[in-house]
Every structure is written in C-alpha cells, then in structure tokens.
C-alpha cells in the first residue's frame, strides 16, 4: 500500500474509520507514517494527535480501543478508510460515534419498515393500521398471511408478469418482517444466521 504522506506538508493523511459489521462511521481522526506502522503492527488504531503533537492509541485512557480489521485506501492515495471492530464508545464524550448517533446496524429501507411494524404494533390502534390488526390477531393468522403470500409468489413465479411477481415478493416480505416481529426477531437476526 503506497500512502501519500507527502501531499500534505504535515505528512498527514486523514483515516476514516468505519465499524467492519455496522458500516457506521465511528470519527475521523489523521495518521502520519508512524501512527499508520504502528497501526498495522499491534492491530490497534493509532493518530498522530495535532492537538497533543504526538501518536495517541486510541482507548489508551479509557480503554476503548480499535481493533484494526481492513484497511483500504483511496484513488487519490491520500486518504484511509480503516475498517475496526471498537471496544466500546469510540467518542470521548461517551458516544457510540464522535457524530452522535448509535453505531447500530442500519439495512436501509428494511430498518425502517421494521421501525413502521413496531411502532404499528405498539399502537394497538387496529381500527387504522392492518397491521396492528395482525398482531391483536395473533401468531396463527400472521403465519397464515406468511403462507398465503408464499404460495401467491410461487404462482407468479411460474407466469410472465412481472409486476405481479414483484408485488408478491413485496407481499411476502412484509409478512415476514411481521412474523419476525410477533416471534420477537428482527431481520439483522436472520442476516447473522445467514
């Protein structure tokens, strides 16, 4: 890996780090030569502080270090992205993130149609939401809906309409991140077994 250190006169170059599992961006922090071989020999991250001109281990005080798992570097040769399972908050300020939000992971449109099912769930209001009416229902008719929408997709799978066969998968997987939900699992439950 060929580092440009020298395309900055303070032979530093910035090192995003992202959680290797979540895909959260946990800080931004610089490495000059130094930190980076050090970083690569113990598998902990190391920055070359600018404001306590010296290499600073992250977690070196509180313990909350970062395991070094991949890094990567960019076209331009000046910037890394190191990929790190933390030990714990990676702020100072005792956040999961120097950004403020939770380092969970986020699987885009499906976490948020998980959030719209638990929010429905926890209104109970089944006069306005379907699916609040399959939860007061119970696990049978939501396993039901699961196998109906099943065997919807697999006849629309075997015919040429494409539309159709799209709308069902879309079916099914609704109805399953609702069975998910009523059994008390999530779809990041799934991706690990998977």
Known sequence: MEINFNKNKDGLVPAVIQDVKTKQVLMLGYMNEEAYQKTIK??????????KQRLWTKGEESGNNLELIDLKLDCDQDTLLILVKPKGPTCHKGTDTCFGNENLTNYGFISKLEDIILDRQKSGNIEQSYIASLFQDGINKIAQKVG???VELIIEAKDDNDKLFL?????LLFHY????????????DIVEVL
């Open 148 to 150: 109906e929408e099943a």
């Open 177 to 188: 991140l609702i069975l998910l939900r009523s059994k008390g699992y999530s779809f990041m």
């Open 42 to 51: 113990e598998k902990k991250v190391t920055f070359f502080s600018r404001s």
């Open 167 to 171: 709308n069902e998968s879309a079916d």
